[in-house]
């Protein structure tokens, strides 16, 4: 795939039809009982760190961000990252992420946290978060908790429960 032929843009309000009908069919109802999902209940993403991927007018990948904190420190929570079954393993996955972790550092954020595969995220610089130094809300594995320092160190003497950003809860 040529990468004349790959759009990264953020994600907008006209995207979630199309977002959400890929989450359905990759991840199906079940979804909706992930731990990272109990954080998503309660905060929306934030649509400039969201990014879709299109080939011409066709959506073929989506991720995004919502803010938490881990303790007292705040963070991102990327996901879901989800990519059209054809078009996998052409990159686009990879490019999804680097935008997004580009711009949020770009936004001055300093870490991101996700739920997921530790062979495919360390391509991007995520690392296992140590045992016992955050928790999530739920049951999930943990050896899946990664987290990417934007800033050197930043995850440095960051411990606590992972909990949605309040200052950034949705209302009504
Ligand atoms: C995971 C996913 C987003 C990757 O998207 P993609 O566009 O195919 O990814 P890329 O093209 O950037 O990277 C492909 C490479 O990652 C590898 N890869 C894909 N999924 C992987 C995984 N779970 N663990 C390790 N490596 C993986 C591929 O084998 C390929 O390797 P290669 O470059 O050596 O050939 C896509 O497969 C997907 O949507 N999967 C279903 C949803 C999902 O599992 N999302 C992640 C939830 S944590």
Wanted: charged share 25%.
């Amino acid at each position: 795939m040529s990468d004349l032929s790959l759009t990264i843009m953020a994600e907008t309000a006209n995207d979630a039809h199309a977002i959400e009908r890929l989450h359905e069919r990759t991840f199906g109802p079940g979804r909706f009982a992930l731990s990272a999902y109990r954080l998503r209940e309660h905060v929306d993403h934030l649509l400039e760190l969201s990014f879709t991927a299109r080939i011409g007018t066709l959506l073929v990948g989506s991720v995004r961000q919502l803010p938490v904190v881990i303790g007292e420190t705040r963070a991102l929570l990327l996901g879901p990252l989800t990519v059209e079954p054809p078009f996998r393993g052409h990159g686009v996955g990879r490019a999804l992420l680097e935008r997004a972790l580009r711009d949020a550092k770009a936004k001055g954020h300093r870490l991101v946290l996700l739920v997921g595969d530790e062979p495919y995220y360390r391509r991007v610089g995520f690392k296992p978060v140590p045992a016992g130094r955050a928790t999530m809300p739920g049951p999930v594995d943990y050896s899946r908790l990664l987290v990417a320092e934007l800033v050197d160190n930043a995850f440095d003497g960051v411990s606590g429960a992972i909990r949605p950003d309040w200052s950034e809860v949705r209302h009504g």
